[in-house]
Structure formats: structure tokens, C-alpha cells
């Protein structure tokens, strides 16, 4: 017989079982992403981790007669380490599998000592990657998400791009992700009429890849199922039960599934080839395989894999990890970025800051919008964002998923069964799929005139989208701000900003459009000195194909220089004997498509700022500060970076709200840009930070500071009137939860 005392415990314990339904079941009927949870990185790898090591470049005799594996081995040494394995995944970059004995330390302080170390220029851990969104198999009808604005204000308008170009079998389009169903009717293999190109699966890990081996020229998707059995096994320890995904296969079909062929759903593009490459599988994916394979992907030589006859102009990842982005990811993306390839990758489904590897520099980040053009409450956000698109959400509480993205998927729960399509019960949504809509505009980009790189199809893809974006009816939908730290969550619907939520609504006629305009480009000849001339030269500018540059335009922007310009292609320009000047060129296409550049000119060189980037077209003093924007708890710091162009004095004058250093209401901030809040939250609660130019007062540049109060994390996901019994429910889940642990508490003592 229970005493009372038990019996209080045991109907407390109901109650937070019957709190915690109900606030499940509202939660997910709203916009819940079907992610997996993520275990500790630590926890991928149980007693035996992976450290990623880069070796520094060095010229004496000693480097150039050690082979990089001992220098790898040697420095691993000296750090404490054992390996077991060392790896080449590229010319100074290794992954080592590292055999800790015992109860050892710590392998952070490992890791500390060999980063240290001189011979190497960083070392991480080789963490796992995980899929944005796991949703259940599904199907559905309606793709509103590539319809107009009418349809849905965040809709792509896909329609009104097809009739400019539907894509060229030109254009590659690799996703790195579970590997692809090559079968199915909307996919198909090239070889058969198909879409999809011959891959590559880069797991190294035999039972991670499920497919009964290595690394293989096959990347088909086996499934990537999780059992209760497969918990039990070190490998898979800290990963969640769940059946299999097909996550390529859904993001390949958003991408380019075969279309007017009378079967399920079109792509975004309907020409270019898809390039699968596995790299992720049961329970994620490692650094150590996503690495070589982004390598892989651009047409670079990886040891050990034949090289790749198919080199990808666009690149999607729609995975990532709560991280800041790893010196190695910074070098791939660099190094593919310059031999052309476009890296797009969703911003993550945490509803905080941008995930890695989407918050490093030179990629496309791409967050998740509701239909009506609001942050859908899951998707991370933050400055890092290029463009928003469609992630889909339900808005009704029960029933049918209203704004589902529909795509290609498998009826198997762990190897393939029926191919299938999504629907609106067993729903779809998520980053991971705003990602493949952006990739497929790119292609379509990229498609249309193959004289962008990687740098200007990325500043034309922001300049096509749609701004401003929508505010919502409901007065109060907050409006987004940049998340303070990982902890910093936002999972309810909020109003984007730029600083949130990139430069627009992701729209394929917009980016179309931009990407047709010709490419305005100078070259620069001559010497720089006192009383001679230089050439500029615009006969390098280009146009689309079938189209040709038919008209030449320079002008003096701003300054006292003097140019002649006998030939309109060219500008024979008189070198300043003390201040600069601006001269821009504006080229025009038998279209009558213009762009433009401005060429900077001061008595020691010339710099181009080339399109959109020369919209003041004055080589005048410029002031930037960055961030543009941030948010920051009471008694809190935030280092902000003044930017000064056109100028010989580099230095600035730090303000707050007007005020030469601040004041305690406002906050103060330093010489050298460090801000620091008040102790309470003003009115109103935010604030503008300026730098203002030394050498010319009248120039500045500001960024806004929002000062929020301390609360406690919101749990949950609300969308429009919906949210009232979630936060109820979630509320209730709390304070019952903190009641019971206080009862056992007394039991305890």
C-alpha cells in the first residue's frame, strides 16, 4: 500500500507525463523540424577520438626531407598522443585516430598541447555532422514554394524563371549527404534517361556507411536507419532510434527531379546533372569524409579516390553541427570557392545561431521562412545568412501539414521498399530543404551565364532577391534579433530582418534576372608614378552567351581627376599627385542589359570594386562597422570593427547614441570599438553604435545594439494564434517538473 507521500510522487509523475504530451503534440502539429537530437561531439567516437590536423608550411631542408605523415606522427608524439591511424586528407591536412589509455586526461588538454606544438598550424577534433531534418516518409500534392507570390508571399516564382531558362546540362550540381536512390522514377541514373550522375561514397567507416564496406565508387543509399539493437553497440551509442531518412533522395528531387515526364514533382532545375556523394550515414557524418569529399566535388585531386570527371559549379550541404567554423572547413571552402564552385548550406534547425559549416565565410547560408514569409520558428538564424527560402510549416495545430515541401522519398523504414513522394500527414520540413531550393536557383543561375564566379553568382543571387521581407498580421509575432550565444534560442515564428535572415526572399526570377546582366570588369596597365598616365581598360567585360557588350561609358565619380577616353573601351587616365579618385565604367549588352565598376585611382594604384558593391560611386571616405547588428544581455560586451576605405587616416571615433564614448544609461564603449551595456535595459531598449572617420567627420557608420532583459529560454514553437496552449502546456510541463524534483528532494534527505 502506497502512503501518501508515494502517491503524491506518482500522480506528480503522471502529471508531467500528461503536461509533456500535450505540449508534444501542440508543438509538433505546429512547425517542429523532425531533426535527430545531437549527442556531445565527444560522444561519436566512445574512448577513441579523430583529431584533424593541419601541418605548417615551411621551406628548410628539414621539412622538405620529412614526409608529412612523420611530422604528423612526430608532433602527435611530443603532444602525449598515441595514434593508431594517420590519413592524408589533403597536402598538409591529416586525420589521426588517437588511442587513449585508461583513465587518462582530459583529450581537450591533449588536443591543447598539440595545437601548441610548431609544427602545426591547427588541430581539431573530427566532429560529426548532422542532417537537418529527419522527417517521417510522406506524401503530398501541391509544391507551392516554386509558385508565385500570389500563391505564398516566400514562393520562389520558379515559374516565371523557367521561361527565361529551365537550366544547362552544362551545370553539376553535387550534394553531399546520404547518397541517392537511383531508381526512382523522379531521379533516375544517367545512364537510363535518368538525372543522376555516377558518385562517390566517402565514409570511410564500413559500418557507419551500412553498405558493407569503405569508401566506393557507389553512392547508392542503403538506408541509415538506427534499431534499438544498434544503441547497444559502441559505435552507435549516443545516437536516437529512427528509420531511415532518404535525405539525398528528398534533396536531390527538390534540386532537379525529372520534370514533364508525367511522374510526381519538378525539380527547381530540369537540366542540369545531380552528382550524389555520400558522406553521411547511420547516426551522421564525419569531418574527416565530408572534407576530401567538398574537395572531391570541385574536380581537386583527393589521394586514394579517382579523381572526379564530373566538377560540380554548385555544392549543397544540408547538415551541419552548434559550431563556429573549423579552420578546415575555412581552407576547403576556400580552395574550392577559387576553382569556381558555388557551396550552398542550410543554417541549421535549432532556432539559434548559424550552424557550421553555413557560418563560414564565401558560403551561401540559407535559413527557413514560413509561407508567409516570416522565420519559420525552427530555423537557426542570424548575420551569417545570405538568402532565406521556403522550409515549410503547418500553421494548424491538428491535421494535415498545410506547407509541406513536397519531394521524392521511400516507403522504407530501413532498406528501400516503394518509391514514394512527401505529403501533408507524414510532413516534410526543415532547412535541409531550404538549402536544395537555393542550390537549384544557383544552377539555374549559373545556367544562364556561365561568366559568374563564385563571388559575383553569390552577390547576384542577394541582389535578385525579394526585399523588404513581409511583417506579420499578428502584432505580436516579435521581431527576429541576432542571437546572443548557442543558448540564445528563437523557435517561434519572428519578422526577418537583414541582419537575421540574409538579403531577402530567395526568388529564382529575381536571381535570373541579375544573373543575365553583363559582367563589368577593368584591367589595369602602366605605371604608377608622378606625371604618368595609366590604361584602363574594359575589353575584358563580358556577356551572357549569344548576347555581346555594345557600348562603353566612363565617368568621373568623385575627386579632380582627368581621363581622356578616345576609345570608349578604354580610359587613359592622368595618375593624382596627392588625393584619389573614382572613374566608373557602366557597360551595356545588345539587351540592353547594364553593370557596372568603379576603379579607385590614387597616386600609388588602382583598385576595382566591381556590380552592386559601387553603389555609392564615389571613392569619398567610407565607414563600415560590424557586426550591423547584434543583441546583448545588461552588463554585457560586444567588440564591434570599424572599416575605413578611401582613407589615409584609418582611425575612428567611437559613439553611443550620439555620445563620444557613452554614458552608464546608454552604455560605454572604448577607443578600440569594445561596447559594454548598461546594467538595465534602457527605453527604448536599443542603441546605435558609430564610428565616425578622423580625417573626415562628416563619414560614418553606425550599427544597432538591442538590450534584452534576461528570461528564461522559450521552449517552444508557435505560429499565428496557435502558440497560446503550447506555451501554456510547456509552462505547466515546468512547474510540475520543478515540483516533483523538489518533492524527491525531501524524499532524498
Not at 13 to 35: I, K
Not at 82 to 102: C, M, N, S, T
Not at 292 to 299: F, N, R, S, V
Request: glycine share 10%; aromatic share 4%; charged share 15%.
Amino acid at each position: 500500500m502506497r502512503t501518501a507521500e508515494q502517491t503524491q510522487l506518482h500522480l506528480c509523475t503522471l502529471l508531467v507525463a500528461l503536461a509533456a504530451t500535450v505540449f508534444a503534440t501542440v508543438a509538433s502539429a505546429d512547425e517542429l523540424d523532425a531533426s535527430r537530437k545531437h549527442p556531445s561531439p565527444l560522444a561519436d567516437f566512445g574512448a577513441e577520438p579523430r583529431i584533424i590536423v593541419k601541418l605548417r608550411s615551411g621551406d628548410t631542408a628539414r621539412v622538405r626531407a620529412q614526409p608529412a605523415r612523420d611530422r604528423v606522427q612526430s608532433a602527435a608524439s611530443r603532444s602525449g598522443m598515441k595514434p593508431k591511424r594517420i590519413a592524408p586528407l589533403g597536402a598538409r591536412l591529416h586525420v589521426v585516430d588517437i588511442e587513449l589509455e585508461g583513465a587518462g586526461e582530459p583529450i581537450e588538454q591533449t588536443l591543447k598541447r598539440l595545437k601548441a606544438d610548431s609544427e602545426v598550424e591547427y588541430a581539431e577534433l573530427d566532429r560529426r555532422r548532422y542532417l537537418h531534418a529527419v522527417p517521417d516518409d510522406s506524401l503530398y500534392a501541391g509544391q507551392w514554394y516554386l509558385q508565385g507570390r500570389t500563391v505564398a508571399p516566400s514562393a520562389i516564382d520558379a515559374e516565371r524563371a523557367w521561361d527565361i531558362t529551365t537550366g544547362s546540362d552544362g551545370v553539376v550540381v553535387a550534394f553531399l549527404d546520404t547518397g541517392a536512390l537511383y531508381d526512382h522514377p523522379d531521379l533516375q541514373s544517367a545512364g537510363v534517361g535518368g538525372r543522376l550522375l555516377p558518385g562517390y561514397d566517402f565514409i570511410s567507416s564500413a559500418v557507419a556507411a551500412n553498405d558493407g564496406d569503405g569508401r566506393d565508387a557507389d553512392a547508392t543509399d542503403p538506408g541509415d536507419w538506427i534499431s534499438p539493437g544498434d544503441r547497444q553497440t559502441s559505435a552507435f551509442s549516443g545516437c536516437s532510434t529512427t528509420s531511415s531518412s532518404w535525405h539525398g533522395t528528398r534533396v536531390a528531387a527538390i534540386i532537379g527531379a525529372r520534370t514533364s515526364n508525367a511522374t510526381g514533382v519538378a525539380g527547381v532545375t530540369w537540366q542540369p546533372w545531380l552528382l550524389p556523394i555520400r558522406v553521411i550515414g547511420k547516426c551522421g557524418g564525419l569531418d574527416s569524409d565530408i572534407l576530401p569529399a567538398m574537395l572531391w566535388a570541385a574536380g581537386i585531386h583527393v589521394d586514394g579516390v579517382p579523381d572526379n570527371p564530373y566538377p560540380a559549379k554548385i555544392l549543397n550541404m544540408s547538415f551541419g553541427s552548434e559550431d563556429s567554423c573549423e579552420p578546415a572547413y575555412e581552407d576547403v571552402i576556400e580552395e574550392i570557392t577559387a576553382h569556381g564552385t558555388v557551396v550552398v548550406a542550410s543554417a541549421g534547425n535549432e532556432g539559434g545561431p548559424v550552424d557550421s559549416p553555413a557560418n563560414c565565410a564565401g558560403v551561401v547560408a540559407v535559413s527557413g521562412l514560413r509561407h508567409a514569409g516570416t522565420k519559420v520558428g525552427y530555423s537557426s538564424l542570424g548575420p551569417e545568412v545570405t538568402v532565406s527560402a521556403p522550409a515549410g510549416n503547418c500553421v494548424n495545430t491538428s491535421g494535415a501539414c498545410l506547407f509541406s515541401i513536397v519531394t521524392a522519398t521511400n516507403e522504407g523504414t530501413t532498406t528501400p521498399t516503394v518509391h514514394s513522394y512527401t505529403n501533408q500527414l507524414n510532413y516534410n520540413v526543415g532547412t535541409s530543404f531550404s538549402a536544395p531550393i537555393v542550390a537549384g536557383i544557383a544552377a539555374l543561375m549559373a545556367s544562364a551565364n556561365g561568366n559568374l564566379n563564385a563571388p559575383r553568382l553569390i552577390e547576384r543571387l542577394r541582389e535578385g532577391a525579394v526585399k523588404p521581407f513581409p511583417v506579420s498580421t499578428d502584432s505580436t509575432v516579435p521581431q527576429c534579433h541576432v542571437p546572443l550565444a548557442s543558448g540564445d534560442v528563437q523557435n517561434a515564428e519572428c519578422n526577418c530582418t537583414t541582419a537575421t535572415c540574409g538579403a531577402g526572399m530567395a526568388n529564382a526570377a529575381g536571381a535570373l534576372e541579375a544573373a543575365l546582366r553583363p559582367i563589368a570588369a577593368v584591367t589595369i596597365s602602366g605605371a604608377f608614378t608622378l606625371g604618368s598616365t595609366v590604361t584602363l581598360s574594359g575589353l575584358q567585360s563580358t556577356a551572357v552567351e549569344g548576347r555581346n557588350v555594345v557600348a562603353y561609358r566612363w565617368s568621373l565619380q568623385c575627386g579632380s581627376g582627368t581621363f581622356t577616353a578616345a576609345d570608349p573601351a578604354a580610359a587613359v587616365v592622368d595618375v593624382p599627385a596627392n588625393d584619389s579618385f573614382t572613374l566608373r565604367l557602366a557597360v551595356t549588352d545588345d539587351a540592353g542589359r547594364t553593370d557596372r565598376a568603379d576603379v579607385i585611382v590614387t597616386p600609388t594604384g588602382a583598385t576595382t570594386v566591381p556590380g552592386t558593391a559601387s553603389s555609392d560611386g564615389c571613392a569619398s571616405i567610407g565607414v563600415s562597422v560590424s557586426p550591423t547588428s547584434t543583441s546583448v544581455l545588461p552588463n554585457s560586451t560586444r567588440t564591434f570593427t570599424a572599416t575605413v576605405t578611401n582613407a589615409a587616416d584609418q582611425t575612428v571615433t567611437w559613439q553611443v547614441d550620439g555620445v563620444v564614448g557613452g554614458n552608464s544609461i546608454r552604455g560605454t564603449i572604448t577607443a578600440t570599438g569594445e561596447y559594454t551595456s548598461p546594467a538595465s535595459v534602457p527605453t527604448p531598449a536599443v542603441v546605435t553604435v558609430t564610428a565616425v572617420s578622423n580625417q573626415d567627420p562628416s563619414r560614418s557608420g553606425s550599427a544597432s545594439v538591442t538590450i534584452m532583459a534576461v528570461q528564461l529560454p522559450q521552449q517552444v514553437t508557435t505560429s499565428g494564434g496557435g502558440g497560446g496552449a503550447a506555451d501554456f502546456a510547456g509552462l505547466l510541463s515546468l512547474l510540475l517538473a520543478l515540483s516533483c524534483r523538489s518533492l524527491v528532494r525531501r524524499r532524498a534527505t
